[in-house]
């Protein structure tokens, strides 16, 4: 068994869109409703941030069930009948 069989596949590329998920978190964080809105409007195809944002969710989802050494699935229904994310 190599390191591949085990581990999450690693991008070779960066996610497109990462940019503007990342910004758009921030904004989100801040509560600035104002700053996160202009940046949603910039990008040339606001889907790139749209499906980065769903890529770095589901990451974290990933994350969050080894940290708490459960299952993936049970974190994804856990997150989906709270409506939270995992602590």
């Not at 944002?53 to 997150?79: C, F, M, N, Y």
Request: aromatic share 6%; with cysteine; hydrophobic share 45%.
């Amino acid at each position: 068994m190599t390191d591949t069989d085990t581990a999450a596949p690693i991008a070779e590329a960066p996610i497109a869109g990462f940019d503007t998920a990342i910004a758009m978190a921030e904004a989100a964080s801040c509560g600035n409703v104002s700053w996160w809105n202009s940046i949603r409007m910039q990008p040339e195809d606001p889907a790139l941030g749209e499906y980065a944002t769903s890529v770095l969710l589901a990451e974290l989802l990933r994350s969050s069930a080894h940290r708490l050494g459960v299952p993936v699935a049970d974190v994804w229904e856990l997150a989906r009948r709270s409506g939270r994310l995992p602590g």
